[in-house]
């Protein structure tokens, strides 16, 4: 049994050149099928030095459903340049772009949670999750490793 999916995730984005339209076509199959599933979002390290962010990022946005009320959906920031770089945006960087995406989310009349992933450890993690705009995260990496993992959870 699935219970959810991870869709749009930068290594399927970049390596396996999956584009928007396929990527929404995963979306709705996820939430028609099973309800529920986490769109990632995040703009490479080229679109970021453009300040092209937020511009990228809503472009990634406006494939959500129109009928996504009674689905589980969350969306998770993912800067590209952070995944598995050991590089992680910057808190303010994190905050900026949650809470733009927040507000993008608002004006769609969605309350959607909005996590952060990109290089989370138990180093970062606690400062992540105190930001107000941020309501969880991706942990991918370190969550194949049991002390980092384990780190991660001592820091909630």
């Known amino acids: ?20 339209k396929l990527i929404e076509k995963k979306l709705n199959n996820c939430l028609d099928k ?21 511009e990228v ?23 590209v340049w952070a995944i598995g770089t050991g590089e992680t945006a910057s808190i303010d960087h994190i905050n900026e772009i949650h809470e733009q995406v ?9 309350n959607i949670p909005v996590l952060y992933g990109g290089s989370v450890n138990p180093s970062n993690s606690k400062d992540i999750l105190e930001s107000e705009f941020v309501d969880g995260v991706l942990v991918g990496g370190a969550s194949t ?10 820091s909630i």
Request: hydrophobic share 35%; charged share 35%.
């Open 1 to 20: 049994k699935v219970d959810s999916c991870i869709v749009g995730h930068s290594e399927r984005r970049t390596i396996f050149n999956e584009n928007d």
């Open 34 to 54: 099973i309800g529920s599933a986490i769109l990632c979002i995040g703009e490479k390290l080229d679109e970021k030095e453009e300040k092209k962010t937020f």
């Open 57 to 79: 990022i809503k472009k990634q946005l406006s494939i959500l459903p129109d009928q996504i009320r009674g689905k589980n959906l969350d969306i998770a920031y993912e800067p």
């Open 102 to 110: 927040k507000s993008k989310l608002k004006d769609l009349e969605l």
């Open 145 to 154: 490793k049991i002390d980092q993992l384990e780190g991660i959870l001592n």
